[in-house]
């Protein structure tokens, strides 16, 4: 669906705005995605079985510091669905991924010691490629569904390789001091917020921008986190 075009360009200026691509991208897959993106099955984007192995089941990981919490196990038919909307467009697949955010961010929130009061929610930047790329900003969407005002407070200071494939130093080493907060905190709580954990690199890097500019950062949740993390 979607058509690069160089930046600047003539044509790039007639691309509609996100909400009305989002739209369009979601009557598409409503249109012409015949298969479950979890299984294959014909006939639906996501099939009812799929669509009951994405029932919330939190991980928690990070430290005391920096706690962080995911609603599932990004495996099987959650990294499947995913990569649908990551790699396909199919943004229709965020809504059933949302109660899984939903049950992260309610864990961190009853862990002790956290403050339960959270002023903002703030995604993880994506980088100008990758926007041009997909069109749409999963953090960003994923945010905005929390029901916590989110607040895009974080850019990338610098560029910044691709995180796919990278093991944990070198992602580590790729994102040091990689994101700059575009906003004063002024002692605001602030919840991070992702697609996907990985190594937790980027959720740490995010929380030390975010400190730097005066937020008190509560943690970080996501969708899904990859099992095994130094
Ligand atoms: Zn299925």
Redesign the pocket.
Known sequence: MSIDLPPGSRLARLRPPDGVRRLLREVADFAFASV??????AG?A??A??EAQLVPGVVRSGSEALPLRAGLVFDG?AAAVLRAIKEDGQTSLIRPLRPALAAAVRDLRSTEDRPSRIDVVVPVPTSRASFRRRGFRLPGILARGTGIPPLAALAYARRVQDQRGLGVDERRRNLAEGLIATHRGDGATALIVDDVITTGATCAEAARALRAAGFRVAGAVAVAATRRRA
């Open positions: 479950c993106a979890g299984c294959g099955l639906t996501l099939c079985a799929c038919v």
